[in-house]
């Protein structure tokens, strides 16, 4: 089983920046394939950010250029910057473990509103 905590959510006004953080436990972190997904009310889940264990990242059009995802295996984290944020951001976002076996696993979610 993996355990994952998301943090650094909040109101951000349109054009700002965040920095979203997650840390996993319960299993060996540098195997994992990590992401960040977002859901707003009313929207199906959308990924915004992958990074693989050997460290190459992906993201969806809509973020490119903005978001930028790193890790750290040795603190067991994953963290999502977010640039020149935009209203259409608004959403909870989910850190994501894919691991080995298949098994995806999520964290509670986390936050984020930018106003306008």
Known sequence: QVQLVESGGGLVQ???SLRLSCVASGGIF?????GWYRQAPGKQREMVAVITRGGSTNYPSSVK????????????????????????????????ALVLGGTSYWG?????TVSS
């Open 30 to 34: 540098s195997t994992y394939t990590m």
């Open 65 to 96: 250029g903005r978001f930028i995802i790193s890790r750290d295996n040795a603190k067991n984290m994953v963290w999502l910057q977010m640039n020149s944020l935009k209203p259409e951001d608004t959403a909870v976002y989910y850190c994501n």
């Open 14 to 16: 349109a054009g700002g």
């Open 108 to 112: 509670q979610g986390t936050q984020v």
